[in-house]
């Protein structure tokens, strides 16, 4: 049997648990979970909203097995309305993280350029000039392509916003703190 699989070039990937957890994301820095199917992604925050989380693998299922039952038990006009809301926030979701992989894709290769003229340490740890400077030129670059259009300027924005925290953020971003689409800029441009 295969572990610790993984989709992507090694210095850039997706990691695939080898032992999955329904309650927790696939990466620790996000704070929702768009990987999971949408009833699961339900169940799943509402055992993360519990007000104490039992321990252990029974622990686990226990919480899990209520959240289920409280969940079947709504009436069903409104189980079906969280259904499409939690569905609308994934899709959301995944679009927020299209958009992040272009912008960070946009944010390497001005680095790339960078690293070519000034050597490796400038890429990787630019100074506060340069990296604003590598902003703007992303933002340039990405009206050029009418992203913001494409996407509306209050998404595009979010998404410029995302990467920037991902670029700013020297000590990396830790458990739960982050999107998603913030958590995959960081780890695309570090």
């Known amino acids: 049997?295969?572990?610790?699989?993984?989709?992507?070039?090694?210095?850039?990937?997706?990691?695939?648990?080898?032992?999955?957890?329904?309650?927790?994301?696939?990466?620790?820095?996000?704070?929702?979970?768009?990987?999971?199917?949408?009833?699961?992604?339900?169940?799943?925050?509402?055992?993360?909203?519990?007000?104490?989380l039992r321990q252990g693998i029974d622990g686990e299922v226990a919480d899990i097995r209520e959240t289920f039952q409280e969940l079947l038990a709504k009436?069903?006009?409104?189980?079906?309305?969280?259904?499409?809301?939690?569905?609308?926030?994934?899709?959301?979701?995944?679009?927020?993280?299209?958009?992040?992989?272009?912008?960070a894709d946009y944010w390497l290769s001005l680095a790339r350029d960078s690293a070519v003229s000034e050597g490796y340490e400038a890429c990787a740890t630019p100074n506060p000039a340069?990296?604003?400077?590598?902003?703007?030129?992303?933002?340039?670059?990405?009206?050029?392509?009418r992203l913001p259009e494409m996407h509306g300027d209050v998404m595009f924005n979010k998404g410029m916003d995302g990467l920037m925290l991902a670029v700013q953020n020297e000590t990396g971003i830790g458990p739960g703190e982050a999107d998603p689409y913030v958590c995959t800029a960081a780890l695309l441009v570090r």
């Open 130 to 145: 340069a990296r604003n400077a590598w902003l703007n030129d992303v933002r340039t670059l990405a009206s050029h392509r």
């Open 75 to 103: 009436p069903l006009g409104k189980l079906q309305e969280d259904l499409d809301a939690e569905h609308a926030r994934q899709q959301q979701s995944y679009r927020d993280l299209h958009l992040a992989q272009i912008l």
């Open 1 to 52: 049997r295969g572990g610790n699989w993984t989709l992507g070039p090694p210095e850039l990937n997706w990691p695939l648990q080898e032992a999955p957890r329904l309650r927790q994301p696939p990466l620790d820095c996000w704070r929702t979970d768009m990987a999971k199917p949408t009833f699961a992604s339900l169940v799943t925050q509402g055992v993360r909203e519990r007000s104490s």
